[in-house]
């Protein structure tokens, strides 16, 4: 299992920006595809955005216009740029990761098919 440690989260007011990050000594690979999600209280995950080995992205249609997801290959970490953020995006963020196989062949937004995950880091966005 693959350990992955977010930074970043904090406190905003909406309309604010904030950058997460995660680092993923092993996201290079040439299999995996990483991706956000978040979990607010009481609330069931919630995925957030994806990228996989190729680049590709995908996004929940909340957060599309709004966040970006890239990957800086230099620090093997993966970055979620949230701009206009909103007190419905107050969460905790977290990172995850999976190998593609042949059941998950596919860069998803599913977190069942994420092996590995952060501890997370909070995001609270004020009126």
């Known amino acids: 299992q693959v350990q992955l440690m977010e930074s970043g989260g904090g406190s905003v007011q909406a309309g604010g920006s904030l950058k997460l990050s995660c680092a993923a000594p092993e996201y290079g690979s040439t299999t995996r595809c990483m991706a956000w999600f978040r979990q607010a209280p009481g609330k069931q995950y919630e995925g957030v955005a994806a990228i996989g080995y190729d680049d590709h992205t995908i996004y929940a249609e909340s957060v599309k216009g709004r966040f970006t997801i890239s990957k800086d290959n230099a620090k093997n970490t993966v970055l979620l740029t949230m701009n206009n953020l909103q007190p419905e995006d107050t969460a905790i963020y977290y990172c995850?990761?999976?190998?593609?196989?042949?059941?998950?062949?596919?860069?998803?937004?599913?977190?069942?098919?994420?092996?590995?995950w952060g501890q997370g880091t909070q995001v609270t966005v004020s009126t």
């Open positions: 995850a990761a999976h190998d593609f196989s042949s059941t998950v062949p596919i860069c998803t937004l599913i977190s069942p098919d994420f092996t590995d």
